[in-house]
Antibody, heavy 121, light 106 residues
Framework: QIQLVQSGADVKKPGASVRVSCQTS????????LSWVRQAPGQGLEWMGW????????NYAPKLRDRFTMTTDTSTNTAYMDLRGLRSDDTAVYYC??????????????WGQGTLVTVSS | DIQMTQSPSSLSASVGDRVTITCRAS??????LAWFQQRPGKAPKSLIY???SLQSGVPSKFSGSGSGTDFTLTISSLQPEDFATYYC?????????FGGGTTVEV
């Protein structure tokens, strides 16, 4: 079955960087794109960006573009996100989500379990 | 950015009730709309895409409708597992944006 398994919770100090991984299985990784979505405590969902595992095409949410990078490793079927210059308002659960194919290529159909990143001094 | 506005933000219902949630886009998005269910402490789950197409494995008590700017999600007969928060999301243009969520409570 299709699975997206994310790395564990992390605590960082303001100004630091964090990397979250998303290891996938159950489908052909390079045929799909993935999005990253975050959710601050008690808040709604915020889309951060997407990356194609086929050709590494990306699209970033404007508010995060300067601090956020997505990458993929097709040898391990894993996607990564890096967020730099962490602030307290970056405290959130971060999700990876697979996107669909064809006309539904922007549909987020399978999600990882989420990774809590806490930014605190 | 396209703003997605859901109403109500929360509602109280009982097992067996029929529930309707509304989502409005700040500009036309054709039928490029998805609905998600999120239970407390869990990841969102995809329910509907293309405004009215059910994801594989999602029970038919969930249905979606609408096009352009106005959309609805209907749950025909609420069961205990349906008490959750529901989000709409547009994928017509970047950045992708979500509604603020509707919490369905007992």
């Amino acid at each position: 079955q299709i699975q997206l398994v994310q790395s564990g919770a992390d605590v960082k100090k303001p100004g630091a960087s964090v990397r979250v991984s998303c290891q996938t299985s159950g489908y052909t990784f390079s045929n799909y794109a993935l999005s990253w979505v975050r959710q601050a405590p008690g808040q709604g969902l915020e889309w951060m960006g997407w990356i194609s595992a086929y050709n590494d095409d990306t699209n970033y949410a404007p508010k995060l573009r300067d601090r956020f990078t997505m990458t993929t490793d097709t040898s391990t079927n894993t996607a990564y996100m890096d967020l730099r210059g962490l602030r307290s308002d970056d405290t959130a659960v971060y999700y990876c989500a697979r996107q669909g194919l064809g006309g539904q290529w922007l549909v987020l159909d399978y999600w990882g379990q989420g990774t809590l990143v806490t930014v605190s001094s | 950015d396209i703003q997605m506005t859901q109403s109500p933000s929360s509602l109280s219902a009982s097992v067996g009730d029929r529930v309707t949630i509304t989502c409005r886009a700040s500009q036309g998005i054709s039928n490029n709309l998805a609905w998600f269910q999120q239970r407390p402490g869990k990841a969102p789950k995809s329910l509907i895409y293309a405004a009215s197409s059910l994801q594989s494995g999602v029970p038919s008590k969930f249905s979606g409708s609408g096009s352009g700017t106005d959309f609805t999600l209907t749950i025909s007969s609420l069961q205990p597992e349906d008490f959750a928060t529901y989000y709409c999301q547009q994928y017509n243009s970047f950045p992708l944006t979500f509604g603020g969520g509707t919490t369905v409570e007992v």
